[in-house]
């Protein structure tokens, strides 16, 4: 699991990441490297932080990620 600071470090120093955001019934997540991004507080057990909309999902890497680069978006609603 991913802090934010440790996704930003890891976006910027290996440029051919592309970042995934995965879609499920309820939420989105974001995940990077094979590995997800951890809430702002950390529960038990570890889960990954959940956007209620893409447009968060989206907002959160652009703007507190300051990722500019291509995004991957994977929707499995099953």
């Known amino acids: 699991m ?10 910027n120093h ?5 970042p995934i955001i995965l879609g499920f019934q309820n939420h989105f997540e974001i995940a ?7 809430p702002q507080r950390m529960t ?8 209620k909309t ?8 652009r703007n507190f990620l300051e990722y500019e680069g ?3 978006i ?3 609603f099953l």
């Open 14 to 18: 290996k440029p051919d990441l592309i």
């Open 74 to 76: 994977k929707v499995d």
């Open 70 to 72: 291509d995004i991957l």
């Open 44 to 51: 038990s057990p570890p889960q990954a932080r959940q956007f």
């Open 32 to 38: 990077i490297d094979g590995e997800s991004i951890a």
């Open 54 to 61: 893409l447009g968060a999902a989206y907002s959160y890497l």
């Open 2 to 11: 991913l802090t934010a600071p440790n996704a930003k470090v890891l976006l």
